[in-house]
């Protein structure tokens, strides 16, 4: 115990977390992300990475953040309605815009900010958010920021959805769900969604974080991908997975993010993106813009991953995206298995309850563009070998 005893609940906590299996051990990474990833000297096929694209460490955007130090340095100096904008977050914004076919587009310094920005900006006290159960982290916290009341549907379910807006909850209405469910890797149903929204006078907001670099036409993410434009209020999205780097954005008509950039908090009150982020998320645009070959690479390694594990007798869920769910029921088995890959070199998680329901633990396998076939056919023969140790096959 601590002599400070005052401060002896945190030891308390800390040991009832790890009694519940849900204390976070989290290795350390010795190299760049990709494909393979050093750890303890060793090295290991990587499956843990939202670096869909191979960005993180791509030489032109590593390039573009060298340069854009030797041109501008490091920091933004301070939050920018103070120290103004640098041009090259206007650069940046202005691609994005385009890139995703909208107005225009903020940047701010996460995709949790994003939110944290964009939901009490347009919805607070006496106002209705109404999401879907399997939404992401941070669209909660920044609906309970707003203060608005939160009338959470089941996943996906867009008949109880129009139950509530039947209902007519008060004040402004705003529809918010995830893009791409992490977990499960399935879509959201967005043209019921956002028919819905139109019927009964409701705002939408999509967070197409697992969606942009990935869905739609070279990656434009899921309104592209269902030919929504115009008809989405706004979208939320990250620099951190498809684009490799690290940083949020806002985006949707001129005057929607106008607001946003007036009212949102994490814009006003911290600091902008820093230059070697900024510039790196804009030369990972300039790739995708350029070609799809690395969008196209990603799927084509997913369905062939996926339908790998199939052929093993393994079964991949309701997955439509490169999310691969590796289904293994029992929590502690799902350890097992990621602890036995893990020897065999290849780095994949257990995901197990709360993230998802109890029972329907699994191994969630990232697949990348960075991954070779061989690396795959690597994966599937170690995935053969320890479902067979372990009489799931
Ligand atoms: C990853 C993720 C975020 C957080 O993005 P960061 O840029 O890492 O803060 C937000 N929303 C969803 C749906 C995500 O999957």
Known sequence: MSSNKHLDFIENDLNELKEKGLYKN?????????????????????????????????????DAAKNAIKDYGVGPGAVRTIAGDMDIHQKLEKKLAEFKGVEAALSVQSGFKANLSAIPSLVGKGDTIISDALNHASIIDGSRLSRAEIKVYSHNDVNELEEILKQNPPGKKLIITDGVFSMDGDI??????????????????????????????????????????GRVDVEVGTFSKALGVMGGCIAGSKQIVEYIKQKARPFTFSSALTVPDTAATLEAINILSESDELVLKLWDNAEYFKQGVRDLGLDTGGSETPITPVMIGDAKDATTFSERLFKEDVFAQAIGFPLVPQGQARIRAMISA???????????DKFAKVGKEMNLI
């Not at 494909?35 to 090295?43: D, F, Y």
């Not at 991954?371 to 599937?380: P, Q, Y």
């Open 370 to 380: 960075a991954h070779s076939k061989e690396d795959l056919d690597f994966a599937l």
């Open 188 to 229: 959201a149903p967005l043209p019921e969604i956002v028919e819905l929204a139109e019927k009964y006078g409701a705002m939408t907001l999509v967070d197409d974080a697992h969606g942009e670099g990935v869905l739609g036409d070279s990656g434009k993410g899921i309104v592209d991908h269902f030919g929504l434009h």
């Open 26 to 62: 989290i290795k350390t990474i010795e190299s760049p992300q990709g494909a393979w990833v050093n750890i303890k000297g060793k090295k290991v096929l990587n499956f843990c990475s939202n670096n869909y694209l191979g960005m993180a460490n791509h030489p032109r955007v590593t």
